[in-house]
């Protein structure tokens, strides 16, 4: 499974944007698939997954602000990203598992949220 992630840049607090992320290869192993960042210095966590079926978590700080969506058509998965804050500056990753316990991940793309 390779995935592929785009829609990353700058934008000023308050503002939006919209990361997708699509999945090639062996496509029919995909069970959750989300969405991780990792700010300068930290760690990486986990923002938004979504399952196969459509149920939906968020870490709390984005709640009410971001929004996970799938297209299993499409074998991609989207975050609507509103209401954006300077502390969402991250670069974010694609992430998704197997039904078999195997984790993929897609190559960051950077979220810069300034004035």
């Known amino acids: 499974v390779q995935l592929q992630a785009s829609g990353g840049g700058l934008v000023q607090p308050g503002g939006s944007l919209r990361l997708s992320c699509a999945a090639s290869?062996?496509?029919?192993?995909?069970?959750?698939m989300g969405w991780y960042r990792q700010a300068p210095g930290k760690q990486r966590d986990s923002v938004a997954v979504i399952t196969r079926g459509g149920t939906t978590t968020y870490v709390d700080s984005v709640k009410g602000r971001f929004t996970i969506s799938r297209d299993n058509a499409k074998n991609t998965v989207y975050l609507q990203m509103n209401s954006l804050k300077p502390e969402d500056t991250a670069v974010y990753y694609c992430?998704?598992?197997?039904?078999?316990?195997?984790?993929?991940w897609g190559k960051g793309t950077l979220v810069t949220v300034s004035s």
């Open positions: 992430y998704a598992d197997s039904y078999a316990g195997m984790d993929y």
């Open positions: 290869g062996s496509i029919f192993r995909i069970r959750n």
